[in-house]
C-alpha cells in the first residue's frame, strides 16, 4: 500500500518583540509571514489589540 504523504504547507514565523498599548508589558510573540497584523491578548491587563507590525524607517 502506498500512501500519499504530503508535507502541510507553512507560513514562516518570526520572533518579535511586542509591548502592550494598554499596559506597557513587553512580550514576544510568534508573528506569521505576511502578515501585517497580529491579534493578541495580554496577559496582564487581559485587553486585546490588533498590532501592526513595525516597519524600518
Known sequence: MTRNA???SRTPTE???ISC????????VTWPG???TYHWKCFNCSKEFD???K???
Open 6 to 8: 504530503s508535507k502541510p
Open 15 to 17: 520572533r518579535v518583540g
Open 21 to 28: 498599548p494598554g499596559c506597557g508589558r513587553h512580550d514576544y
Open 34 to 36: 505576511g502578515q501585517d
Open 51 to 53: 498590532l501592526t507590525r
Open 55 to 57: 516597519r524600518p524607517h
